[in-house]
């Protein structure tokens, strides 16, 4: 939708967005801080600057919602990810009773200026709005159109420590149908607090430099899922070292280890089934070790049920659909509630 087309709207600037682990970075929709670029391998680097898992929360009594983002990739979509996934915006209102419920998403179309009307002519009534931007795609700026005269604050971030999440594409959100069905932000929503999305596709491979990193976020729990981009020898040379720089500087946060989904097409193909039993053994490996030292902070979920068992929840054999992230979140969040209970 072009600027003729929308109505006469009041527009507002949407700051700096919540579900970022820093705040010195360099760009306000960055995942990782100024310094990272200097640590981390170049693919890494160029990942954080999509804005996967950022949101922002704002309260409004406008009947009618657009949004306007400047975008700094022109590639808009994937073969296997529609537009609104990789480079949309995903609105969700507060019902009475609190819970967040999905209205609207964008559909973009043009490079680099996107403009969408959201809602128009909804029932009146101030609500608290969450807006997910987008998980493949770099965003300049952002701003929300409202009717005018409409009242409109931005709300502050929760302050919880949150879940912070490391991982591959999976975590990047490949392959959801919308930024809101990644499995950090339907966790988000069923825990109540933020998951901080770090997932770097093709590059969760547990370089030290990344759990120093990380481990500068005070979370409630950090969670490790990078075995889809691993293989056993590199898990063997990584995971452990990993783990111990992050204990050296979280001595008492919880860990939660998760295994690799078990790709769909694996029960045809026996080399692949021995690589999913190599990997998770030389993760089990790590995890035994921290266990046999001591640490009682550290939990591993194993991959059964991640994706369902009917072979319906990925796009490629690996990347979940909305159906695959629905699964996993159903799988990780009774251990992340008892993790956060204690």
Aim: hydrophobic share 40%; aromatic share 6%; glycine share 8%.
């Amino acid at each position: 939708m072009t600027d003729a087309a929308l109505p006469t709207l009041d527009w507002h600037d949407l700051g700096t967005p919540h579900g970022k682990g820093f705040t010195d970075t360099l760009r306000p929709y960055d995942r990782l801080p100024a310094r990272a670029e200097a640590m981390v391998p170049e693919a890494v680097w160029d990942l954080s600057r999509m804005a996967s898992g950022l949101f922002t929360r704002f309260r409004t009594d406008a009947t009618t919602i657009a949004v306007r983002t400047t975008l700094g990739l022109p590639d808009l979509g994937m073969t296997h990810m529609p537009p609104t996934a990789v480079s949309g915006v995903d609105l969700y209102a507060d019902t009475p009773d609190g819970v967040s419920r999905w209205v609207a998403v964008s559909h973009p179309a043009t490079f680099p200026v996107v403009e969408a009307l959201l809602l128009d002519g909804i029932d009146t009534g101030e609500r608290d709005y969450t807006l997910w931007f987008p998980l493949f795609n770099r965003v300049e700026s952002a701003e929300i159109g409202l009717t005018p005269d409409a009242s409109f604050t931005l709300l502050p971030e929760d302050e919880t420590p949150p879940v912070v999440y490391y991982g591959t594409s999976i975590i990047h959100g490949a392959s959801a149908s919308r930024p809101g069905m990644t499995v950090t932000a339907q966790l988000s929503r069923r825990l109540g607090r933020r998951v901080l999305g770090l997932g770097f596709s093709g590059n969760g491979k547990m370089e030290v430099e990344l759990a120093e990193l990380i481990a500068g976020i005070p979370a409630a729990v950090y969670v490790i899922d990078c075995l889809p981009n691993m293989d056993a020898d590199l898990v063997e040379e990584r995971a452990l070292p990993f783990l111990e720089a992050l204990r050296a500087k979280r001595p008492d946060t919880p860990i939660m280890l998760v295994e690799d989904r078990t790709l769909e097409n694996a029960w045809v193909y026996a080399v692949e089934r021995e690589k999913h039993a190599a990997r998770r053994g030389a993760l089990r490996a790590a995890f035994e070790t921290l266990r046999e030292r001591g640490d009682t902070r550290i939990v591993l979920v194993p991959a059964d049920g991640l994706l369902g068992t009917d072979g319906d929840a990925t796009v490629d054999r690996s990347h979940p659909t909305d159906l695959g992230f629905h699964r996993q979140a159903d799988v990780l969040e009774p251990v992340l509630r008892e993790i956060l209970s204690e």
